[in-house]
């Protein structure tokens, strides 16, 4: 049967991928053809820590080899794109500045060139709520080369609606060279559809109405469209979903809004990928695929099998940069060196379907470099011709390539930019300063720093072009940041740990009411900062010499009456004390613990509840996550870790005085609340009738249906309270 079909389309004149007919996916009432030409492995790993729930994937063509890749989260300084390696490996970061810094919803990427010029485009085209009526934006810009650090590009901008003036979701946003044309597949629980728009630089600020090509299918099988993209040489589409990849091949010089009407075939190497939403063409045999999750995610490398009569040469490098205007069709091309150029350039090519490349250098400058391809099987071959020449005048470039401090680039660097600031922290050593030229022979002369200030010194980048007269001087001022000097820790003498509100310069603490006034017994501040204490007046200075002043404020707390009753929180509890305060939904609530002291010294990572006497505690806990937590009793630990559940906790604490309960966090993520407690007491029993802290004995008395405590002379209520 394979014999069959290939002699079939070979009568029609056109050259297609071999295939079987089998049942694959009933696509249109019918199966359609399975493609198991494609074979897939792991290439990489997509690192969560590069970036996370990537959601659209696309080849650079300015720098082959690379891919560019954005992920769901677009707002603030997410708003932006990466350059890796097919490995997962971390090239590049490209900023980007839109226009719409609301508009988060980005959904694919894709490259492709108009007019001579590579381009990148980003889709803001989602829309899972379906709420950006003509809201869609594909923003573009020209592609800049891959190499290190990263850059921040200002972006163009189209904005489109869909014929049916409907709000759409929309995941899948590719590009045609051949038609230099958008095609974009909504996502839809049912039939898909393919719109298409033709890409220009000159739209404005207006809506563009996409037109509809067709359905993808009948919904039955394929449905929810996630994903896709068309090869360079404009051969290729597919578009995808979670469990299959379909394969458009266009024929001869058709559009592909024919060919997108005629049945795919199904790509038999792909294995369904839990949220799988990227596809990515490389050439016309390979193409890329990967997951949006929120873990280290696999990358996947599909190659088919070529064409042995194929002598196509996919890409040329000179001096390991892409050769500026390379197209597979043409053969000829000018390229003139720098002047003063002596060793000969390093030329470099590429080539599909296993075809032989070999390139032949010219004997001196100028000549002539050719390129010559060979198919696989040696029936067809293509010859590249480079003519090169040389510069009759000395280059007047004197810009920068990059510019780093330590190693690491500036954030933000532009070669057109000439003046950066740097803070460096206070106890930093002195910073140094590199910087890599443009131009191979201009010079760069660096003047570094020999001491830096709170008020700034510069180091200077001085480039000298080749011509010996063009200058530029690009200047670094570094600043030295004030000295830390944080307080990260006060324990007061009570066992109470104090707080700071952010922005606040007083250290908050309580206590029972009846009971000494606490005093610090320790504190932990940050390196290199000393700590003075006079009366409530707390001063601490930093390495530099300039000092922060706090207020002791320590307020003492009348514990709740005893009730047997449950008493339900609603914020007004004056016995509870809590940093974070009363929230609705999480109750008297507590933060996850962290690592840097910043949410202990703001008091959020535990509660407090000042409690009468008495035997058992039970806690409800807000009505969300389970929470591990750890307990204390007058600052004492009582028991170890353990989990506040939903259903609530029992505490046998067999106080017998009023007392102070911590409830503090103890795990590092998510934050947790305390909503209801109630109390018991033994019945007929003692505990609550002694204070522990003196040796006089207590006697419980009945007087007007009131329970009170005698001892020595003094008369108690039940909480502790003294009557006289």
């Not at 394979?2 to 071999?18: C, D, R």
């Not at 053969?331 to 599909?352: D, V």
């Not at 280059?395 to 990059?402: M, V």
């Not at 206070?426 to 910087?435: F, G």
Request: glycine share 8%.
């Amino acid at each position: 049967m394979k014999n069959i079909v290939s002699i079939f389309v070979a009568l029609l004149g056109s050259m297609v991928s071999s295939v079987v007919l089998a049942a694959g996916i009933n696509y249109n009432g019918t199966n359609l053809q399975e493609n198991t030409e494609f074979t897939r492995t792991q290439c990489g790993t997509q690192l969560k820590n590069t970036m996370k729930e990537i959601s659209g994937l696309a080849c650079s063509r300015t720098t082959p080899g690379y891919l560019w890749a954005h992920g769901d989260e677009n707002t603030g300084s997410d708003r932006k794109i990466i350059a890796i390696q097919p490995s997962g490996t971390l090239a590049m970061t490209v900023n980007l500045t839109t226009p719409n810094t609301t508009r988060d919803d980005w959904e694919d990427i894709c490259t492709g060139r108009y007019e001579g010029t590579n381009y990148v485009f980003v889709g803001a085209i989602g829309d899972n709520d379906l709420q950006f009526n003509d809201q869609y934006y594909i923003y573009y810009f020209e592609e800049p080369a891959i190499s290190s650090g990263s850059q921040t590009v200002t972006v163009n901008t189209i904005r489109y609606g869909y014929p049916d003036n409907q709000a759409h979701n929309t995941e899948t946003l590719m590009y045609d060279n051949v038609e230099q044309m958008f095609y974009i597949a909504d996502k839809v629980d049912g039939v898909c559809h393919l719109y298409k728009l033709p890409f220009r630089t000159d739209y404005g600020t207006g809506i563009q109405r996409l037109t509809e090509v067709c359905a993808l299918g009948n919904g039955s099988k394929f449905k929810e469209a996630n994903g896709g993209d068309i090869s360079p040489d404009g051969k290729w589409m597919s578009i995808k979903n979670e469990k299959y990849i379909l394969l458009w091949e266009r024929q001869g010089s058709e559009s592909l809004s024919v060919t997108a009407q005629r049945d795919p075939v199904q790509v038999m190497a792909y294995q369904e990928e839990e949220q799988g939403e990227s596809l990515a063409w490389l050439d016309a045999t390979t193409f890329y695929t990967t997951s949006d999750s929120k873990k280290d995610t696999p990358i996947y490398k599909y190659v088919r099998e070529g064409d042995p009569t194929s002598a196509e040469v996919t890409s040329i490098t000179i001096n390991g940069q892409a050769l500026a205007g390379f197209d597979a069709e043409t053969t000829s091309y000018n390229i003139e060196l720098p002047y003063g150029t002596t060793s000969m350039p390093q030329i470099e090519a590429t080539a599909a379907n296993g075809a032989t490349v070999t390139v032949n250098l010219p004997l001196s400058i100028p000549g002539n470099a050719t390129v010559v391809c060979t198919s696989q099987d040696g029936s067809n071959s293509v010859t590249y011709t480079i003519h090169l020449t040389l510069s009759t005048t000395p280059s007047s470039d004197a810009t920068l390539k990059s510019l780093s401090v330590n190693g690491t680039p500036i954030e933000g660097f532009k070669a057109d930019s000439t003046a950066y600031e740097v803070v460096i922290a206070y106890t930093a050593s002195l910073p140094v300063v590199t910087a890599e030229t443009n131009d191979a022979f201009a010079t760069a002369a660096v003047t570094n720093v020999t001491e830096v200030t709170k008020t700034g010194n510069d180091a200077t980048v001085v480039v000298t072009a080749q011509d010996g007269t063009t200058q530029m001087t690009y200047t670094v001022t570094f600043k030295r940041a004030d000295a830390i000097k944080k307080i990260n820790e006060v324990i007061l003498s009570n066992h109470y740990s104090a707080y700071i509100n952010e922005g606040e310069t007083v250290i908050r603490g309580w206590y029972l009411a009846g009971e000494n006034t606490p005093i610090i017994s320790s504190y932990k501040v940050s390196e290199n900062t000393t700590w003075a204490q006079n009366g409530n007046t707390i001063t601490i200075t930093g390495a530099d010499g300039e000092s922060a002043t706090y207020t002791l404020d320590i307020q003492p707390v009348t514990p709740a009456a005893f009730t047997t009753a449950e008493i339900v929180f609603n914020g007004t509890e004056t016995w509870v004390k809590s940093a974070y305060g009363w929230d609705s939904s999480k109750k008297w609530k507590f933060s996850k613990t962290d690592s840097d002291y910043s949410r202990e010294i703001a008091g959020k990572t535990h509660v407090e509840l000042f409690l009468p006497a008495c035997d058992t505690l039970y806690l409800t806990p807000f009505s969300g996550t389970e929470r591990d937590v750890r307990f204390y009793i007058n600052g004492v630990e009582f028991g170890s870790k353990t989990k506040f559940v939903k259903a609530g906790l029992t505490l046998n604490v067999e106080q017998s005085a009023p007392f102070m309960l911590t409830i503090a966090s103890a795990q590092t993520s998510g934050d947790g609340g305390v909503s209801a407690i109630r109390m018991a007491r033994k019945k007929g029993g003692e505990t609550d009738l002694t204070d522990v802290g003196s040796p006089l004995p207590a006697t419980k008395i009945l007087r007007s249906g009131r329970i009170l405590v005698v001892r020595g002379d003094k008369i108690y209520t039940v909480t502790g309270m003294e009557l006289r």
